[in-house]
Nanobody, 125 residues
């Protein structure tokens, strides 16, 4: 079992930055592929980024590429999502997720086994 707790959300003006954190507890964190997803009001949960267990491979959705940076610190059992140049369309609840299996692309929610409670990010125009 893995427990995930996100933090760092808030209200920011367009063009601003936020850093989200997701602290994990439970089974060996360094074995998990980790992902960030978001859900905007009235929309489906969408993929934002994923990182492999060592941090050597990171993949971003086109909508955030070049603006968001996903990183992990296995010694601290924590992943981070640095979000720069935020836009109003980035407004959503952001969720971190952990996958037990290395198999698959890890681009869809069904690829993940554990989820945090979410943290709200609101970008004003």
């Amino acid at each position: 079992q893995v427990q995930l707790v996100e933090s760092g959300g808030g209200l920011v003006q367009a063009g601003g930055s936020l850093r989200l954190s997701c602290a994990a507890s439970g089974r060996a964190f360094s074995n998990n592929v980790m992902g960030w997803f978001r859900r905007a009001p009235g929309k489906e949960r969408e993929f934002v980024a994923r990182i492999n267990n060592s941090g050597s491979s990171i993949y971003y959705a086109d909508s955030v590429k070049g603006r968001f940076t996903f990183s992990r610190d296995n010694a601290k059992n924590t992943v981070y999502l640095q979000m720069n140049s935020l836009k109003p369309e980035d407004t959503a609840v952001y969720y971190c997720a952990a996958a037990r299996s290395y198999a698959g692309t890890h681009l869809s929610p069904g690829d993940y086994d554990y989820w945090g409670q979410g943290t709200q990010v609101t970008v004003s125009s």
